[in-house]
């Protein structure tokens, strides 16, 4: 009987346009993130709104090359009112599979102060490496990037589900680069 009722409520939901909450996903790196394949350029489709990025407009790209010691050099560029801008950092794994990095963006001279170095973690990897989604532990940060500067709709409505069931505020994400 009661398995019944919870159908039934289940199907008026969804004929009234209500979903009916996922449970939620854990907040954490890819297992498994094979640097050699993520390295290259990115296109931003969204984030959610931060400080560096206030004068962006579009055509945000985020662009990884690997360095002789193994870390690797970050150069960020968008189009602001003024033209392009960009910034160059660098990015260290946490360990050696996992999605888990640390960047930095200040001088080298600083790179030994721990605070310096903000959590990048790959939360949600494409197969295929065509698009990634990273945050952080404090979920005050999330880019949704593609290998190409467009994305299926569909493709970004379940990346969006996701993220919101790992608890990042993505009614607040500022939309980047259109959909297809």
């Not at 968008?78 to 930095?104: E, Y």
């Not at 709709?153 to 993505?170: N, W």
Request: positive net charge.
């Amino acid at each position: 009987m009661i398995r019944h009722l919870k159908v039934a409520v289940f199907a008026v939901l969804a004929c009234v346009g209500l979903s009916v909450h996922a449970e939620p996903l854990p907040n954490r790196p890819v297992p498994q993130l094979d640097l050699d394949r993520y390295l290259g350029q990115w296109h931003e489709i969204a984030h959610l709104p931060m400080f560096f990025q206030r004068k962006c407009i579009d055509t945000i790209t985020a662009t990884y090359t690997k360095r002789p010691d193994g870390t690797v050099n970050v150069h960020n560029a968008c189009r602001t009112a003024k033209g392009m801008d960009a910034s160059d950092g660098v990015a260290r794994r946490v360990d050696d599979r996992s999605g888990a990095l640390k960047v930095r963006f200040a001088p080298a001279w600083l790179g030994w102060l721990p605070m310096v170095w903000a959590d990048y973690w790959v939360v949600e990897l494409d197969p295929d490496y065509r698009w990634a989604v990273v945050g952080s532990p404090s979920r005050k940060y999330l880019w949704v990037l593609s290998r190409e500067p467009h994305m299926d709709a569909g493709t970004f409505r379940g990346i969006r589900e996701r993220a919101a069931q790992r608890g990042y505020p993505v009614d607040k994400l500022v939309m980047a680069a259109p959909l297809d």
